[in-house]
């Protein structure tokens, strides 16, 4: 009974903050994705190679601000446009694996050498994810 | 003001940065805010929603798995680790700050740079919290893709990171 109260004392504390900070990246995700025109999206698929694609929506991922959850409305428009599953893939991992604020988290605390390489690391492995969801992007969806 | 500002968590002052960097975007592109507002408003409830539900998943894993459960795992050092580390991240809950001391601990205790980067790369990739978001948008195809791939992409960034570090050592390497 105890430990019940507990966990609902802490599933409070978190869920108004949580939801504050969602809520507000909500709000920058649906502003940002009506800002997205299906022309362009056209104009990047017909022009831009799909390795190309994914190392955009892996950058673009990367750079990024706010709470992971945000993604997801940008994401939804951008499935509905017919965007790539592998630049999906790209974006949503890109997005979480290293970020500015944390690339400076990590090398405050383990040296710059870290984040340097894990950055190039995040790179390479993201590339890898995109790649192989666009080449198995039949059996994902 | 300045006071303020300081006394706030960090996710607070991101949320308050994202309002404003929304807000700034919406002036100086004229977005119809009636209209963006109404043709989000089943996707902004149902991310709430699930939210609220990514919350319940992230509470019960907190109280279910002890502190220690990543320090516990993850002390041996050889490749298999990788796996486990990549594993261990994806179950750990929580935003990549709130894990921050949990490596440095592990870091403490002499577990190496390479398995530091599976474990981040699992628990940063995908995790608990995400099921609901992800089944719920795109299916749980998606999500368990999404899993097998965390599962590889983990291992592999340890790897490369070995495979890096042997051309550009940590510092503390060097000195050592």
């Known amino acids: 009974m105890i430990k019940a109260v507990t966990m609902l004392k802490y599933f409070q504390s978190q869920l108004w903050r949580t939801l504050f900070l969602v809520g507000a990246g909500v709000l920058f995700a649906v502003t940002l994705s009506s800002l997205i025109r299906l022309e362009a999206v056209d104009v990047l698929q017909e022009k831009v190679a799909l390795p190309l694609q994914i190392i955009y929506g892996e950058l673009l991922g990367f750079i990024s601000p706010g709470p992971r959850y945000i993604m997801y409305p940008i994401l939804i428009k951008l499935q509905e446009f017919g965007v790539n599953m592998g630049v999906i893939i790209a974006l949503i991992s890109g997005h979480v694996l290293i970020e500015p604020s944390t690339f400076l988290v990590e090398a405050g605390f383990f040296g710059y050498r870290f984040p340097i390489k894990r950055f190039v690391v995040s790179l390479i492995v993201t590339f890898l994810a995109g790649m192989a969801a666009a080449a198995l992007s039949g059996f994902v969806c | ?176």
Not at chain 2, 140 to 165: D, E, Q
């Open chain 2, 1 to 176: 003001m300045l006071k303020w500002w300081k006394s706030l968590g960090p996710d607070i002052k991101i949320a308050i940065l994202l309002i404003g960097i929304s807000g700034v975007l919406m002036l100086f592109y004229s977005v119809d805010v009636k209209q963006l507002f109404i043709t989000n408003l089943a996707l902004t409830i149902k991310i709430l929603y699930l939210t609220v539900v990514a919350i319940a998943i992230t509470t019960v894993i907190h109280f279910l798995v002890p502190v220690d459960f990543a320090e516990k795992y993850l002390k041996n050092n050889s490749l298999l680790y990788l796996f486990y580390a990549t594993l261990l991240g994806t179950l750990t809950p929580g935003p990549v700050y709130a894990i921050y001391p949990i490596v440095l601990e592990l870091r403490r205790k002499g577990v190496s740079n390479a398995i530091l980067v599976a474990f981040l790369t699992g628990q940063t990739i995908i995790g608990p919290a995400r099921a609901p978001f992800e089944i719920g948008f795109f299916g749980l195809k998606f999500y368990l893709f999404r899993i097998l791939l965390a599962l590889v992409m983990g291992p592999v960034a340890g790897l490369l990171y070995i495979a890096f570090s042997r051309l550009w050592p940590d510092i503390k390497e060097i000195k050592s």
